[in-house]
């Protein structure tokens, strides 16, 4: 699925490095526009979303994109269709061995499709997951900004890009459908992050600091258990 040569790169480059990869994904018949109408369908009633995170009906999903209603829908929950279990699997079985092993949500993934005009992407704030992007079908022109400040970088198809949590991206796309699998995942120091930004929240702080302090990933916790609070799952 993934390059052996992209493989070794990543490998050094994680965590807390960006990194192109390339893959054989492209091409793969569950992935095509077809299969993706028929996924639309099949995926519970909650998990095809717009642009703006309002949820679609399947059966008008894709069609959506064609006549400009939406410029982008995303496809979540791919757990409940076994041939996506088997791609999303395929990709965490052969990353995780380079991992130490990968957090719950990577066994999963995202199907993110843009429009047939031009359209803008932007994640403003830094991403709270570790997240690989596989350009399927298209291309699209991509500005990362990290730690070691902002890169410049272009997606076609079989391309891909690992983003480590705390970076944030913008990208344009091109004139065509543009096709893009996501995995994300969370190692247990992410996690307390997370746990410890959703404590902060809850005083009406706002910060984008990965040091958490363990006390407030701890109450988080707590009140988690309480449900005096959500899951950071529901926060995402």
Known sequence: MIDLASLAGFAGAYPDKVCLLSHRLGGHPDLSAASLQILACELPANAVVGA???????????QSLATGAQSAITFRKLENVPRFCAITGGLTSMLGPLLGG?????????VTITGFGP???????????????????????????????????????????FLPAGTAF???????????????WMTPALKDAADARAFRSLLGQRDTVY?????????YRVLRRLRLAPSTDQLR
């Open 52 to 62: 703006d995170d309002e949820k679609l009906p399947g059966a008008i999903a894709v």
């Open 102 to 110: 990968l957090g719950r949500s990577a066994e999963f993934g995202e």
């Open 119 to 161: 359209a803008t992407e932007e994640a403003a704030d830094p991403l709270p997951t570790h997240r690989l992007l596989l350009q399927l079908r298209g291309d699209a022109h991509c500005l990362v900004r990290g730690e070691d400040g902002e890169v410049s970088l272009d997606l076609t198809a079989n391309g891909g890009v």
């Open 170 to 184: 913008k990208a344009k796309h091109g004139a065509g459908p543009t096709f893009r699998l996501e995995l994300p």
């Open 211 to 219: 040091r958490p302090r363990p006390w407030q990933a701890g109450l």
